[in-house]
Every structure is written in structure tokens, then in C-alpha cells.
């Protein structure tokens, strides 16, 4: 007896499911949301009348301008879980002109990400890929804090205000902070929270984030980077600001990389200089962004063995290579 042709059992399996299944399953897949009541309603009746295949319907969600962002963050995190995998830490990311600082903020963290207990702060209006990132790496336990509250399967979700956490001394290997520093003691109408500015507030969460830490714990923090001010619902700042606020809350800065957006796109900017570099003016949302990693136990590091040597090579990265002539 002939074997079916696998191309006809492809053909046969699709033509099983039903046109709203089929619409369903394409949004899901390409667009990764489910189709909103109008182009459900357009693709059922074009499919009705036959004026659209189901391969047409497919060509035109890949070539929406929306599948342009989900194309691009499933790229940068297929990128962290590879660098993930080789004991990597990636710098000089890039990413396209006109784009946002979650193209590069996300694969920073996530390819730095560790195993153990991670405390994700402000999760909960988070990009949804990087979320499911998270929750793809599988550490030992992902919990989310937020003063706003989300359901996030694969996640812990905690109401509570970063400046006040409801955990134990030293609870978390590792600590997320993207983009959400900024926000702390900011107005926060924005995400449902009542306005209550504090001028301290960022220097209170990270102090308290330094509490919840482990000893030997990293905190990863990403946050807009330019001319200094208060916008009202975030305040910006420039390196040496944000390395004062880092360094006055009790945290050695480990390893840090500025990144700038310009006509090229974001690139990595050794000597960035923040005049000029205004929030909004260069893309849609911030113009430069700096990724850190802090860790709270600045002189054990150091005097441990390897310790300088450790902290030299992340600091200077290439140019500690050239310096020891390897
Ligand atoms: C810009 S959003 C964060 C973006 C998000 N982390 C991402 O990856 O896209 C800022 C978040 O910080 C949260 N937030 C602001 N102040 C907070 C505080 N004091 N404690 C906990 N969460 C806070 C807000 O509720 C909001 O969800």
C-alpha cells in the first residue's frame, strides 16, 4: 500500500479546521494576539465570498507593519537565550532607526539573566514577549512586583510598592528593574496608581531592593539616559546622575553600557555625551538608555581572589583585553 503524500495530509489537516479557527490560529501565530472583532469579521466573509485565500490571509499579517515588532523581539530574545546558552554577556547590541529602548534593553537583560530566585520589579506592563521570556528561561522561582496588579502564568505576582517589599532579608539571586527605576516616586496615573511624588523614592526602592537581595546578588537595571529632568511620570537622568543615585543606595556598579539612538539606529556609545539627547525627539519613546548591572558587595568582591580582575574585565571590556595585551 502507497504511503499518503505528507503534502496532501498538510493540505487535508488545514482544510479540517474551521474558517474562525483557521483566522484565530493565524492571528495567534503571526501577530501573537487574537484578531480583533473587525478584521475577524472582513477575513470571514472575504474567505465566504473567496476573494481571500488562507494564504493570503497569512501573507498579509507577515507583512503588516505589526509583525515588524513582534519580528523584532522574538530576534532579540532567540538572541539572549543563545548567548544565554554560551555563557555570554552581549554588548554593542544593535537595533533599527525609530525604534524603542526595549529592543536593546531586553536582550541585555535577559542574556544576563541567572537560575535562581528573580524578582522582576514593575512586570505588569510589561512587553508580553519579554514576560514569556522570562517565563521561557525557567529560573528557580519568578516572582513579579508591581504597585499595579497583571496575571502573568509562570509567575508569583505581588501588589506591593518597591520602597516596601513584603519579602525576607536576602530572598532574591537576582533583581530586574527595566525601565521602571524611572517611575518610582513618579506620577503613576499613567499605570493606575495615584499620584504621591517623591523625590527620594528611587534612592528608597533601590535601597530595599538591596535588602531583598542575596549578598552575592545582581541587580539589573535599565533606564533612559540624556539631559537631566523631571517629565512628571519619569525623571531621566545622565550617567553620572544615575551612578550617584546606584553608588549612594549601597551598589558597586559591575558592569555598564550606555546606548544612544541615532540615524543608524541604537548603538552602543562609549562616550556618550548627554547634551542634546532629549526623552522623545529621536524615536517614540526614549533617545539613549543605560543597561547596568549592580551587585551590593562592593568590597568582598574586590579583595576576593580574581575579584580586581573580574571587575576590571567587565568595566573596561575590550580595552581591559588590549591593556593585558590578550
Ligand atoms: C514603564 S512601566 C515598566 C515597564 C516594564 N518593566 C517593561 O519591561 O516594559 C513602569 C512600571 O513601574 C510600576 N511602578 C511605579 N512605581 C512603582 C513602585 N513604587 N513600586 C512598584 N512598581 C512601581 C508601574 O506600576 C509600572 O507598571
Not at 503534502?7 to 501565530?29: K, N, P, Q, Y
Not at 508569583?156 to 527595566?178: C, H, K, N
Not at 499605570?191 to 531592593?209: I, K
Not at 537581595?213 to 533606564?223: C, E, M
Request: net charge negative; glycine share 10%; charged share 30%.
Amino acid at each position: 500500500m502507497s504511503a499518503i503524500d505528507p503534502r496532501l495530509r498538510a493540505h487535508l489537516e488545514i482544510g479540517e479546521s474551521s474558517d474562525e479557527r483557521f483566522v484565530e490560529a493565524a492571528f495567534e501565530l503571526v501577530l501573537r494576539r487574537p484578531p480583533d472583532t473587525d478584521a475577524r469579521e472582513i477575513a470571514l466573509s472575504r474567505f465566504a465570498d473567496g476573494t481571500l485565500s488562507r494564504a493570503a490571509l497569512l501573507r498579509d499579517l507577515v507583512t503588516a507593519p505589526e509583525f515588524d515588532r513582534v519580528r523584532q523581539l522574538d530576534d532579540v530574545i532567540a538572541f539572549a537565550r543563545g548567548a544565554r546558552t554560551r555563557g555570554e554577556r552581549p554588548r554593542h547590541l544593535l537595533a533599527s532607526p525609530g525604534t524603542d529602548e526595549r529592543l536593546i534593553e531586553v536582550p541585555w537583560v535577559l542574556s544576563r539573566l541567572r537560575s535562581g530566585c528573580v524578582l522582576e520589579v514593575g512586570y505588569a506592563f510589561a512587553e508580553p514577549a519579554y514576560l514569556a521570556g522570562l517565563v521561557e528561561a525557567a529560573p528557580e522561582e519568578l516572582v513579579g512586583v508591581d504597585l499595579a496588579e497583571a496575571e502573568v502564568p509562570g509567575f508569583e505576582t505581588v501588589s506591593a510598592d518597591a520602597r516596601e517589599l513584603p519579602f525576607p532579608d536576602g530572598s532574591f539571586d537576582q533583581i530586574l528593574l527595566v525601565s521602571t527605576l524611572e517611575h518610582i516616586g513618579a506620577d503613576n496615573e499613567l499605570y493606575g496608581s495615584p499620584a504621591s511624588p517623591d523625590e527620594n523614592g528611587r534612592r528608597a526602592a533601590l535601597r530595599e531592593l538591596r535588602r531583598v537581595l542575596r549578598p552575592d546578588g545582581s541587580l539589573l537595571v535599565t533606564v533612559p539616559l540624556g539631559e537631566p529632568g523631571d517629565h512628571g511620570w519619569f525623571r531621566q537622568d545622565d550617567i553620572g546622575g544615575w551612578t550617584q543615585l546606584f553608588t549612594r543606595a549601597g551598589y558597586f556598579v559591575e558592569e555598564q553600557e550606555a546606548y544612544e539612538l541615532g540615524e543608524e539606529g541604537w548603538r552602543s556609545a562609549p562616550t556618550f555625551d548627554p547634551r542634546g539627547v532629549v526623552y522623545g525627539t529621536r524615536g517614540p519613546a526614549a533617545s539613549a538608555v543605560l543597561c547596568v548591572e549592580l551587585s551590593p558587595r562592593r568590597v568582598r568582591r574586590l579583595i576576593s581572589p580574581g575579584g580586581v580582575r573580574r571587575t576590571a574585565r567587565r568595566r573596561l571590556g575590550p580595552r581591559y583585553r588590549r591593556l593585558r595585551g590578550v
